[in-house]
Structures are given as C-alpha cells and as structure tokens.
C-alpha cells in the first residue's frame, strides 16, 4: 500500500522536475561565478594543496583548520566537531540562520581523500594541483595556472587528490554563500556546514560526532555534496547510496618461502590457492556465488524502478570509453546492477612478479576484496556469509593470524581481517523534499535532472539515519570520468562552477 | 634394451658406492680444514660482500675480480672468459694440470645470486654476513664474528646472500685446492675451474661463452657444485635437474582504475579474471590440467626407480617443518613428484592490498609463473601449450601489450610475457664416471649417500650437453634449509667444512 501511494508521488514528482515546469533561476550565482573564477580556483588549489589522508592525523589537522579559516571569513561561526576518541579527525562545523526560516538544511561534504601512491601519478602530483587542457587520457597538456583575468576553459581539469572527491564539494558550498552574498540573495532556509575529515577511511567515528553534537546538527534535511554527475553530464539527485565493507582475506602456504624446484608439485602454493577461492566466489557472468548474497536485498519500489527506466543509458559509451567488451550482470544495465550487492578485489599481492619475481613457493597470498551492499543489507552477516563460504571450501578460518600449529594442522587456511563498513541508506523519492531538492537543481540546469534511487558509490549516510534520524539527499558535482580513488584524480572546471550555482541552488530552496 | 643394461649397472654401480666397500679417505682435507676455519670463514665473508645480482652489472664484474685474486693466490691462472654479447658477466675460468693425468674433470659453481628486497630480511642485510648460533626460524641469536683461534660451532649459520646458493660452491672448491697442497695429495686428475656469473638470471650467455672457450672447457665430465644435499642431512650425488622456464601473464580490465562503487558488478576485474584463469590450470590436487603438460616426458629408467625407492623418504619430517598440512600429488612423495614437470605460481599483482588498498576495480593483474621441466619436455613448448591453455579459456593472447582497441574488442585479454629458460638433463647412473663420483663423496661420509636421478631444482646443464656434449654430475653441499632464491639464506658451517672434504675427495677421484 505504501509502495503505491509512493509510486503515486514519484510521478507527480517526475513532473514537478521537468524542465518545462521549473523556469531556470540561475541568476546571482552564475553571475558571481563568471566573474571571480580566479579567486575561486586560487584558494581551491590552496585546499588542494594540503595532503588530506584520513590516517595523517597532523595534516588533516591542517585542513581542518585551513576550512576553519576560510569560514571564519565568511562568518560562517566555524568550529571543530571532535570526537570523543582521542586523535580522530574532526568535522568542521558552522552556520548562516535565516531570520524566519522554518526549514534547516545541513550541507555535505568531506575534506579527507583516499590514500594513493605518487609514483603512479602521470606528470604531476597528488597534493600539487595541476592544470591540464583536458582529461589525460584524451592527451591534455600540462598548462600553467593563467594570470587573473584571462579566460579559463571550462573544459580543463584542475589535478590533484580531492580535486573532486571531495574537497569540490566544501569549495562549491562555500563558494555558494559568496554567491549568494554578493546577489544580495537571502537563503530560503538556515544554513547549516559540516565537512567530514575521515570519509575515505570508512567514517570510523562519524556516529561519535553526530551523536555527541545532536543539538547543533538539528536539521530538515542533509543535502549531501559527493560523489560524480552522471556520465550523460546531465546533472543528477541521487537519494540513496550503496553501503560498503572491505576485508582482506589471507591464505597460507609453507612457513617459510620454499624453492619451487625442490618442493613445486608438492607445497601447496598459497597464490594457487588464492585464485581457486576467490574463483568459487564469482561466475564469469559477474552473479556472486556466495550461499545467500542477494537475500536480504529490499526490491525496489516501482517509483524507484520508474527513475531507473528513465535515466539515461550510457551502457554503449562507457563501454568504449573504459575498453569494456563485456560487462559483467548477464544482460543489465549499469544503473540496474548498481542497485545489487556486489563483491570487488581490490588488490592481490603474493610476493613478487615480472622483473623481482623470484622462483618460490610463497609464504602466503592476499586479496582485498570491497563488497557494496543495498537497502536490507547489513555489512557485518554479509562478511558473515562470505566468511561461511569460505569455511565451506573447506578453510579453517581465522581471524587473527594462524599458529604454527593450525598451519601444520589444516590442509587450507584462510585469514579474514575485516575493515568495517556501514549498511546502505535510500530516502524516498516522492516526498516534498524530494521534489523541492530536484526542482532546485533543475532550476539552474537546461537538460533535465536524473533522479536515481541509488548511487553506484557507498557514503555513511545510514549513519545520519542512525544516529539523528535524518533524511540524506546527494546532489554530486563531480565529472564522472574524475579518476576518483585512483591516480590522477582531476575535476573538470566547468562541474566546479555548475557546482556552485547548483548549492547557491539549493541554499533558496523552495517550500517542502 | 639400452635401459635394460644401463638398469644391470646400476645395481653394480649401488654395490660400489655403499659404505662398506667405499672406505673413509678423508685424510688431509679433514685436517686442513680444522685448522684453518676462520681463514677460509673471512676469505668468504668477504666475497659475500660484495652484492652479485647479475643484472647489477658493476658489481658482478667486482665479484667477478673478487674471485679472480682468489684464483691468483692458489695458482691457478684464472682468466675472464667473456660472452659475445657486450655486458653479459663473464664466468671466470681457472686451470690445474695434473702431470701424467688423463682424466681431466671441470668444477662449477656460480658466484651470482637471486635478486632480493633487504627489508624483507630479518635483523640482517643480504650483503652483510652475519652469524647465527642456529637457524633463524630455530630461534638463532646474532652472535659476533669469533676471533681467531676461538671455537666454532659446525651448527652455527652464516646469513647472506649465495651464502648457501652459490657461492658456498666457489668457496668449498677453492679451499679444497688450499686442502690438497698442504697435505701434499696430488690430484688425480686435471682441475678446471668454471664460475658462471648469471645462473640465477637463466644463464642467458652461458651456451655463447662455452662455445666461444670450447677449446680450453674440454674435459670428461663437470662436477657441478650447486643445490642443496638431502633433506635427512645425508650427502647426495644427482644425476639431472629439471629444467626451467617463467613468464609474466597479465590480464586486463578497463582502461583506467574505475571506483568500485560505480563499477563494480558491471566492469570486469582483472584480479578475479586471473583468479579464474589461474583455477582453471591446476586441479586441487596439484594435477597441472593444461592438454599435453605431461606428453613429453620421459619415464625414468629401471635404475632411476631403483634409486628412488633407496632414498629416504624425509616428506612427514618436511610436512612438519614447513607447515605443510596436506602435500599436492594426490600421495606421491616429493622425490617422485620432483621427476615430474610442474607449475607454480611465483608471484601475484593487482593494484593494492590491506592499508593500502583503495576501492577500486585495476586495470591489470599478473601472475609470474615458473614451470619446470623433465628429460623429454622442451621449455619452448611447455609455454606454447600455456599459451593454448589461456586460448581455450577464451583469451585473446598477445606477446607485448595490448592496444586500446584490442581491449575494447575482446571481453577476455591475456599478454604473456615469455622469460627464457631452459630444458631438463640427465646424465645415466650406471656409468663408471657415475661410479667413480658416488665413490669419491661416499669416502667423506659415514652415512649412505643418496643418489638420485635428478634435482628438484634447474641448472642450465643442458646447455653444458648442447654446447659441449658433456656430462655433468652435481654435488651439492648446502644444507636444505638454507633458504635459497628467499630472504635469510643462510649456510650451515658443518655444510662447507664438510663440501670442503667432498670437493677435495673428488679432486683425487678414482679410475673412471
């Protein structure tokens, strides 16, 4: 019943979204942008270069406090959320409240990146913010950052790590108050900031903040800047986000490296052994073999199936662009397979290959393997049920490392070393707030908005569910071809300063 | 009928070598060596010193220089003998003439060694030699250099780099000339010296520089020096090698590292596809289920089984020490096994793991694999069948790397990268050479020696058949848990004195 009533909404939303009915309001914003581009790339590349890994305690301190700064001078009261565990990373907090607004809403972001190794960046630099004409891959140059004044591209790509994942987001919030500002543009609702500094480490104390800060987190709504736009370009709200753990899963061979002439054939080689399990985790047509992976996916709803069918399919060009001949999901889209639970390596290691590789039996193998999870889903049953998989391939299962005795002992050993996670999270799509979040984007783009009901990427937004009751809804910014978590990570101007129109957007939100 | 009676001498060949009739010669190089240990313990500290990965060409030609001066002070009238090939390390070659000899015997080692990553080692570095009071896995303790005069433990190891593998081998012939002048003892047969500076690289020049010094290399047989004795500690004589050859196989995914989150479950992973691949190559048993990886060998003879079943059979002592719960060949020993061909995995590569891990799907994956090889195998083939493997499991397999479009059009995408290599060989156990040997190293031991038709491990000795037409006989001396082609290779000093003897026993090697 309650499903229907929301298929209902969703159309009626639909309509409300479309282009036709919601006349474009980019106005003050767009002016603002087009005439301080430098100043705005200046001090994003001043964020930008400050290195933002989560586990970097001192220099995400420095981030902290550099976003504290760039606040304070926009009177925005900034202040640093801690957590109660010692050496956390903290949120940076502030706030603009609007006389005789009835609505709050809090705004996103995370100043934290991934980890990455600077040996495998092309050119340039993780916390070097470079310019390039365009994407790498399409051959853009290097360029210098041009004098004040002279005309930026919009399709060059700024380099560095967090270049849109997700310092974009604190950049384009921001950016969006001066906006507004300088229109003489009151918000619609009261503005409330929080920028997360441990987002790529899986958010490990986020619900110590939130719950510790309860009261000034006291909010409508979460608009949640993160995250690409879709691979159209067309902008998209997003109103969910896949849940994610990670592990790593360890297998053991002979205690100590043996030479493969006087003992291959005979010790088992723990790489061997490896690829045998993680081959009984997967078909070839990508569907996870593990006993129960899929039985607690919640089904969509028909407004959510609805969405999906019309979203725009990219499949085609994406296939070219990545050099994908066949995807894996037996037949379905990208966007329909983004709302399944899925299983990721994302790394192997057994000692050495190509030029180091020497000939030994290895001691052990690893993998690291991320699992994305979907609404009915809980991180810990599904390493749970990976973990029983395992056992049923007939490893003796640890999770600490084995004794001498228990390698001795157990024909095949396994080590999981689970890395936390957290579930997924999805709003409903046809509430006021919805429809009032997509009309604010559409008010300030020309081609209509996607609405998806999931994200294909994982944020702790069940957290916010969890710990303070609120609805999430993602608006991202980023180019999707953005290298995110990966080397040579880059944002593409022109998404900078759409993202800064879309939150000045959202910041006049209409009624809900 | 040639098995038939080469079966006829092996049985007389087994009577000749067993202890009661072989007599203890010991005598002179017995003596030598317990007065002079921390001599020839510091002129091999030394040499050990010196880094010898042979693709470190300054320091190969050090080494090479090293063993040069060693040769000079005994007399032996050392000389480079160079490869065709500019660079290549050259093996250094010495000579002893016998007056009135007609036999004329060739010893072999190498003085290069398999690359290595020094912070892999434990408390000790690969070109820092160091003392142990046991093996490192035993609990053995750092202990200074004695001074001269003071007692030395014969358990005691020596932690470097070829301490075992093989520069144990340079050194125990050397001190055994040093041995024979003292006491007077006259060889029994010209004395050639051959110390290769490439074997752990594959010996890539080898068959050039035997060609080219064909003329000065001419002699009955060589004894090669190099491997290590029994598992049970008994001394061994072996009769073949397998032969050996590896490559680099790397599978593809998309074109850039693609975030896991918006991918994953459409984008294929390499790590999983090498996984599959890998599975589908060995059964669990340790059976290599690639069509045709058994066709070629060649069953061993009457007098190869024989010899065999008279080994001791040390594989529950083996399975304890190394952890090894359950063997692979489905109940075949490890001698049997080790007269098959095999397959291993060396080595895995995807992207990242644990800490450093990110939630990506690579664009790549590697395996490096080793295959090894019996009489009858040939290593070209033994790829080429991989290879068709790799086809029939629907590769598209390219020997350089693929191209965009390549990977854009085939859905699975496999480069080999082939890395040399070279066959098997084996000399018969029935000949009066092969008599002559066993009798030589049985007079320095008290124990049965073990003979067997052919060590687990490669050595490039058909080569020395191809260029040369010889035959080679090998006579290891390093203790078997000496962590050879690993981190902490080390060398059990009772195994140099006691090489030392053997050397210099088959130096004045009887009637053959």
Redesign the interface.
Known sequence: MKRALLGLAAVCFAAAASPAQAPERRGGAREYVGAHRHEILREFVNLLSIPNVA?DRENIRRNAAAIIEMMRRRGLSPRLLEAKTEGAPPAVYGELLTPGARRTLVFYAHYDG????PRQWSGTEPWKPALRTRAL?AGGELIPFPQAGAALDPEWRLYARSASDDKAGVMAILSAVDALRASGTKPSVNLKFFFEGEEEAGSPHLAEILSAHREILRADAWIICD??VHQSGRKQVVFGV?G?T?L?LTV?G????????????????P??T???????M?A?D?RVTIRGFYDDVEPLGEEERRALAAAPQY?EEL???????????AGKS?LE??N?P?????????????????????TT????L?M?LVRGNDHRRQVDRLVEHVRAEGFYVVEREPT?EE?????LVARVMRRGGYNAERTPMGTPLARAVVAAVQSVSKEPVVSLPT????LPLSIFRESLGADTVTVPIAN??N?????NENLRLQNLWDGIEMMAALMTIGEF
Chains 1, 2 share one sequence.
């Open positions: 586990a991934q980890p990455t190794d891959e995250g690409p896949r994610v990670s790593d053991y002979p205690l100590r490296p043996l030479h493969s002439g006087h003992y291959g054939n005979w010790a088992p080689n790489a061997m490896l690829a045998r399990l993680l081959a009984s997967k070839a990508g499949d296939r070219r662009q990545l050099g994908v001949a066949r995807p894996e999901g990208l397979l983004l399944e899925s299983l990721n390596v994302d790394g192997l290691r057994s000692a050495e290959v190509g030029a180091e590789a020497r000939n030994v039996i290895p193998a690893t993998a690291t991320d994305r001498v390698r001795r002992r157990h024909p994200l294909g990427g994982s999707y071809d290298n995110q978590h990966a080397e």
